[in-house]
């Protein structure tokens, strides 16, 4: 009897070992890489970005099917808490949909930036407001409630309703930017979610709000164009629509090992050209222009 | 008006708001599983769910319910028990009781919010663990515990007092006595209230945001290792419970058929409940049987 | 002989230290067990109350303001962090559900045990552990989808209100107020009853001048530990409230509340930012609220005549 608990203590030590020296501890340093070369098995930790979870967890479950001595965790918990964990060091990677020196409290001196892909995003409107194109002026005076209803601009009789995003979203804050040139918006209803804000301005008469390309995939809301240039992907790639923020993935220093391989895995083509369009981004390799912290658009 | 036309009128009124209550109750189940159960086939319990393609199931958060549920029952247990019994039959009438009664009102009165903060603080962060299933039954189980210890108190008080002074009279010790008599006695009634408790824990979410994360790594059945990253069993791993589920996909999910999965998983909440509810009723009646008969 | 004489005398004592070893090892598993509470409540305390007030200590925000400002502007270039809409939330969907529950909690009480005391209970109790048993995301999602729609094209404004919250609310706080009312209710002395009917009151007199008087403070203790539980709930309201920075000016206004606020914003900022710290200051206030809530229910207690 004894010998055998003995046995099973001994069995379980040894797996403990070799388990650690697989690296496969719950921080998942993974700095020392892997004694065989071999850099796509281990585990790795990834946390950050709503918005880019559904991305970044399909790229993983792909390559974990390829690769299959790998594991990756996908977790979400929002951009402030990617970019949180992966600068005290407690994931390898961390999603954002801003860049690290738009946040506060964040070196971002210490973090190395890889723009895995772009999102464009418009204001949605119902589909009952009657205007499908608006200008940047008229889209300001929207939503910082000086025009209150929608035949100023050309519309149905129809008082307007804001649908926003919370204070420091990476929605808002892109859309803020570069979709209301930093003005800020009025008071409207907030919703962290994109389906249920899609969901509000497809029910409620005279809603706009903004969602990302990938959401208008029905006619239950209308996308709308800004002075006249249609929100698509095309004309984001080409720089001639201004709404659109990158999908950053963020290491602390230059990543190695199994964080290097994926990071490696989801800028080339296959995923890039395949899996990132099928789900509504744009990839970041397609870009013709390019943008830095400071939204300064230059030409690739 | 008379006196006995106002009783009628009052009587009708209390028959009515009782009504209310059944008809609200039948509404909100009847609406959840109709809309829930067409989605709830063999295929949706054991499918693994999918971040971006229609048709997932929930198989690894109906597991990741059950098995944080079963962690948080394993420190909650004991522990409750063992408080109930102080508040029984040890806690003199000092300040010190009176203090725990108070931390016992305050912890049972906490938003489970504030709980999930503070297992963010503590076991996400200062552990160092990240999100983890055991952060996540450490939190529930702040949540969980003035719950059981309530139970065990109340169940022991219930037990007939010639029943204790018998054995104390036999010369056995008092802690012998609670061993070997009351909470024997008092168990049905401690199972009882574990299970209903259960039920409040098995649908939690706030608490769980912020400890157990909303994600769940690729799991492998077929690893029983309790230490190895893709096994089930292991605690360290983070956990998506079904009930964090449907927050995440309402708010997180790109799947097309986001409302279908929320539906689906709502029925299975709901029907999980109400079998906790049925298990903690058919224990009480056998009880009662028991207690009553052949005695 | 002797040899088992001794051998048992050595038992008996043996026996005994054993005894005695348990009877300490019992004492000592149920005082930690008890004292764990402590500590947890104390540890609670101490950790969410220094993060908690960190924003006034280390970023220098003024307390005061943050309480009473009504301007909530955590962006921009010079933010602004004003959290009195949410308290005025939280506090206005606690009140208004509370005044929904607690004529229909404590009506379905007397229901319970003066009307209809013995098939009465048999419906009724069941209902309630199942209405207790309802996740609150399942709430909130039926909210969403179900009340929020039916305000919107029934009563006016988007639906998303303060009103949409209380009645949520309320249907979630019912189970707490039914049960404790009834317990309360059913604790009163029957001579108190008889008494009454013996001077030829109807029952209904007997309710209202009798009973209800005298069960009062744990009546009251039954609605205020319904109040705390709609002070803390977080996921439910956030579904259906509308989560908007300004205090509503009607019942058919959006809102929002100190839960939602934390929710919603928790994920996006980064740890130990002025942002983020308000966010653990609010669930200070949420903390001290609890708090506030038991000292009330001491204080009831205390008060109670019977």
Redesign the interface.
Known sequence: MKARKWLSFLGLSLLLVILAACGSDDNGSEANGNSEGNEASGSLLVSGSSAMQPLVAAAAEEFMAENSDADIQVQAGGSGTGLSQVAEGSVEIGNSDVFAEEKEGIPAEELVDFKIAVVGMTAAVNPEVGVKDISKEDLIKVFTGEIKNWKEVGGEDQEIVLVNRPDSSGTRATFVKYGLDGATPAEGITEDSSNTVKKIISETKGAIGYLAFSYFTDDSVTKLSVDGVEATDENVQNGDFPIWAYEHSYTKGEPTGLAKTFIDYMMNDDVQNNLLPEQGYIPATAMKVERDAEGNISNK | MSSKAWDKIATSIFGAIAFLIVAILIALFGYILTKGLPVVTWDFLTTPSSTVRAGGGIRDQLFNSFYVLFITMIFTVPLGIGGGIYMAEYAKDTKLTGFIRTCIEVLASLPSIVIGMFGLLVFVNLTGWGYSIIGGALALTVFNLPVMVRVTEDALRTVPRDQKEASLALGMTKWHTIKTILVPIAFPSILTGAILASGRVFGEAAALLFTAGLSTPRLDYANWNPFADNSPLNVFRPAETLAVHIWSVNTQGIIPDVEQVANGASAVLVISVLLFNLAARGIGALIFKKMTASK | MKNKELSAQDRLILSKKN??L??V???I??????L???S??I??TI??GS?GMQSFITNGLNIFEFITSTDW????ENPSFGAFPFIFGSFAVTFLSALIAA??GI??A???T???PSW?RK??Q?????????????YG??G???LV?FL?DNIGG???SLLAGTIVLS?MI?PTV?SISTDALASLPNNLREGSYALG?????T??KVLLKAAMPSLLTAVV?GM??A?????AVQ?VI?????LPSSILD?S?TL?TI???????????????NTL?SM?LI??VM??A??LF??YLSSRRKI
Do not use: C
Request: aromatic letters at 10%.
């Open positions: 005894r005695r348990d009877e090892r019992g004492k598993y149920v005082t930690a067990a008890a764990i509470m402590i947890a409540t540890a609670i950790f969410l993060k502007n955590p962006v921009g004529p229909l009506g379905a007397i229901f319970m003066e009307i209809a009465g419906i009724l069941p209902v309630i552990e199942l209405l207790v048993g309802i996740p609150s995301v399942v999602f039926i969403l989808t179900v729609p919107r988007i639906g998303f249907i019912l039914i009151a109807t029952r209904w007199q309710i209202r530990l705390a539980r002070f803390g709930e977080a996921l579904m509308g989560n908007v920075r300004e959006a929002a839960t934390i929710t919603l914003n928790m994920g996006h900022t980064t740890y130990g930012s002025l942002e983020n653990w669930g949420l903390l609890s708090f809530f038991i229910i001491r």
